[in-house]
Each structure stands twice: as structure tokens, then as C-alpha cells.
């Protein structure tokens, strides 16, 4: 269970409004198992909603195996969208995707619009989201703002053209930067499947250094970390855990974005001021000690707070 | 978050890093925490025939208020007696270092 919170939240309304809701895992490389989804069918399944690509790591799920899976039994196939519009390539059709969200701020377009495609035929009947003046097929009352779509569209339109070289590009810059880090690093893992993935989003566990600690060292990059000291809970991130990844590792992790408007130099200078820092505090850390001492850190009887 | 001055200058200068020889005498290590919370400090002092804390080291793994007060507070122990260091409670470090609380 990878999903954003979004979904997510939409799945607990809809149990307290009576629905019955199957969640699934997934692999260790994050992406779902087939058979599993297969198994979880039942007579009553009226819909699947399995994310095209994780926001925390970049993982693609299988969307025209699952695509085909509820077409043959009849069942609507919603996917999350947000990160693979623009990023992937995309076939409702090909695909048997039946409803499908789009993100206006996830793919370069303006915040406070995003897009719902609803499919016509096998026709998915929705209840209006808002009521009014029947805009939108009637799904969405109330006048959108023109702006805004037109940003979206215009986002949509610029992304298609630029994806086939920018995902090369931010490919070659991601490899670029992996290869840095791990000849420079030991104890460096990858989060989710290396392959099944979209280039521009890396998250990595540096064994040993907490990744909020880690963020602070490297004040001049813009990442995020997988560990969540600064919220109101100790506990890391759902994602990693759904991976089997273990809460110390789960701690360690950072969350590394390469986008349309990165620079060759600024993924390198990335990567060696990254290098620097987990030196630093690998240097101060009491685990690596440990590590290096030969200790097997996983087993000492913590006393957990 | 914002951190403030202190927490930033211990973070980013941090003192007293490091762990005794293995081995050497008079030297009492604690070890707190646990990796799967996010944080675990090792601090280790040095105390002479008289009780006084004559030098203090630590490691910490742990986000930047935890390394900055590990830091602040192997500085505080150094020429306090062992009571003294007792008494540098929690308080005290929230209070220097204005910790979120
Ligand atoms: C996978 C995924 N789904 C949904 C969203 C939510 O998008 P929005 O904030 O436009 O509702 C995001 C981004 O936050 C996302 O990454």
C-alpha cells in the first residue's frame, strides 16, 4: 500500500459511508504483484485504484497488465496519475484505463487545477462532485477558470513534446548522479525497482546518517527525507515501510528530485556536496562505529522511546 | 523547521566528536536510543581521581537538534563533578538551544 494520501483518505470516507475496501502490498521493489491483485477480486469489485508512478520513489506500476486484469472481470480501473502525466507515456486505451487523475502542479502546469478522464464508453457513471449549473457533463458544477485550464492544457501540450529528450536527459543526469554516489559511498541502496521507474525521482538510504541531519547538511539542495523527526510523528514514511525497508533505513533516506529545469553541473555539485556531508556525519555517527567495529547494529536489544 | 543560531552553530561546528581509545581508563560511554526512532546518542566522559569530568566526547545519529545538543552538551560537562553533570537536566539544553518542545 503505496498510495497517496490522497486516495488513501478517499478510501477511509468511502469505508465509513459503507464501502468495503481491499488494500493491497506490494513487492519489495515496490510495484504490485499481479496474482495478488488477481486473488483480491471478488463478485462485488467495482473498482481498482492502483497509482501509474510513486511520488515517494518513482516506482511505475504495471498499468496495461492491471488495465487488462479489470477489463476482463468487468471492473473500473482508476489510476492516480499525478507523477506520470507528462513523465510517461500514457494510453487510456491501450491501457483500459477508465478514470485517470492529472495534477496541473505535478507536471509543470499551475497550481489549483488539476483534471479527471472520465471514460465514455464503457461508460463510468460519477455522482457530481459539486452541484450547480451542470458544467463538466455535470460531474463538476461551477465556471472553471479559463487561465487555468489553458495552463493545464498548455502544460500537457509542452510536456508531450519535450518527454521523449527530457526523460532521456534527466535519465543520463540520474545515472550521472547514482554512479557518483555509490562509487563514492558505501552502504548506499536505492529505494524501489531500479528499473520499473521514472529517471527523475531517487530515493536513496545512506546507511547510518538520519536523513533529517542529513538535509540540514546540505542546506543549499532542495530534498526531502523519508524520515519524519520535524512532524508530529517519529515514524518514517508508510512508503518504505510497504517495502519492507527497515524503520533504521527507512530513517536514512532522502528523496532526490531531477527535473526540466536541472543542470548537468547542479546534479554534480548535488552529489558531491551529498558526499560530503555523509562523510561528515557518517564520521559522527555512532552506527557506522559500530558498522565498521564489525557490530551488527539490527542486533542490539534497543530500548525504543 | 527553523532552527536558531546555537542549534545551527553546534550543528555545524560541532564539538568534541569522537569516541575515546578502546581500552582507556576512566572513561564511563553511554549509549541511548534506538536507530528505528531516528535517533541514538553515544557520549562517553572522562572523570579523574577527584569525581571532575575532565574531557567528554560524543556520536550522535539523530536529526540536527540531536547532534547540536549532544554537542552543547559535551561541552557543558567538561571541569563539572559528576553531580553537577547530573544536574544539567533537559531543561537546561531546551532551554539553550530553544528545542521545540
Ligand atoms: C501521486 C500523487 N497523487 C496525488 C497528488 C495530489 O495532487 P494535488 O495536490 O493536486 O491534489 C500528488 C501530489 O501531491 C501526488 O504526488
Not at chain 1, 506490494?26 to 477480486?41: C, P, R, S, W, Y
Not at chain 1, 508530529?232 to 527497515?246: D, F, H, I, K, N
Not at chain 2, 553533570?85 to 539544553?93: D, F, G, M, R, Y
Request: charged fraction near 20%.
Amino acid at each position: 500500500m503505496t498510495e497517496h494520501k490522497c486516495v488513501l483518505d478517499t478510501c477511509r470516507h468511502l469505508e465509513q459511508k459503507g464501502f468495503s475496501v481491499t488494500y493491497l502490498p506490494v513487492q519489495k521493489n515496490g510495484i504490485i504483484d499481479l496474482e495478488t491483485l488477481k486473488e483480491a477480486f471478488t463478485d462485488e469489485t467495482l473498482l481498482v485504484s492502483i497509482m501509474a508512478v510513486n511520488n515517494e520513489i518513482g516506482v511505475i506500476q504495471p498499468l496495461r497488465e492491471i488495465g487488462a486484469l479489470c477489463r476482463e472481470r468487468n471492473v473500473f480501473f482508476h489510476t492516480d496519475a499525478a507523477q506520470a502525466v507528462g513523465k510517461i507515456p500514457l494510453d487510456v486505451n491501450e491501457m483500459n484505463i477508465d478514470l485517470l487523475s492529472i495534477s496541473g502542479h505535478k507536471m509543470y502546469g499551475p497550481m489549483g487545477i488539476g483534471a479527471l478522464y472520465v471514460r465514455r464508453k464503457p461508460r463510468v457513471r460519477l455522482t457530481a462532485q459539486i452541484n450547480g449549473g451542470g458544467q463538466e457533463r455535470g460531474m463538476r458544477s461551477g465556471t472553471l477558470s479559463p487561465a487555468l485550464c489553458v495552463g493545464l492544457g498548455e502544460a500537457c501540450a509542452l510536456s508531450q513534446e519535450k518527454m521523449s529528450q527530457e526523460s532521456a536527459r534527466i535519465r543520463y543526469y540520474a545515472h550521472l548522479f547514482c554512479k557518483k554516489i555509490m562509487e563514492e559511498l558505501p552502504e548506499v541502496y536505492l529505494n524501489g525497482d531500479s528499473d520499473k521507474r521514472i529517471p527523475g525521482n531517487l530515493n536513496l538510504s545512506f546507511a547510518h546518517v538520519e536523513g533529517e541531519g542529513l538535509m540540514m547538511a546540505i542546506k543549499n539542495l532542495c530534498v526531502s527525507s523519508g524520515s519524519a523527526c520535524t512532524s508530529a510523528s517519529l515514524e518514517p514514511s508508510y512508503v518504505l515501510r510497504a517495502l519492507g525497508v527497515s524503520e533504521e533505513l527507512a530513517h536514512t533516506s532522502l528523496r532526490i528530485g531531477i527535473g526540466r529545469f536541472t543542470k548537468k553541473e547542479e546534479v554534480e555539485s548535488a552529489a558531491a556536496q551529498i558526499i560530503t556531508a555523509v562523510n561528515k556525519l557518517r564520521d559522527m555517527s555512532p552506527l557506522w562505529e559500530m558498522a565498521q567495529a564489525g557490530v551488527d547494529v539490527s542486533s542490539i536489544d534497543w530500548a525504543s522511546h | 523547521m527553523a532552527y536558531n543560531k546555537k542549534v545551527i552553530d553546534h550543528y555545524e561546528n560541532p564539538r568534541n566528536v569522537g569516541s575515546f581509545e578502546n581500552g582507556e581508563k576512566n572513561v564511563g560511554t553511554g549509549l541511548v536510543g534506538a536507530p528505528s526512532c531516528g535517533d541514538v546518542m553515544k557520549l562517553q566522559i572522562k572523570v579523574n581521581s577527584q569525581g571532575l569530568i575532565t574531557d567528554a566526547k560524543f556520536k550522535t545519529f539523530g536529526c540536527g537538534s540531536a547532534i547540536a545538543s549532544s554537542s552543547l552538551v559535551t561541552e557543558k560537562f567538561k571541569g563539572k563533578t559528576l553531580k553537577e553533570a547530573e544536574s544539567i537536566a533537559i531543561v537546561i539544553l531546551q532551554a539553550n538551544l530553544n528545542c521545540p518542545r
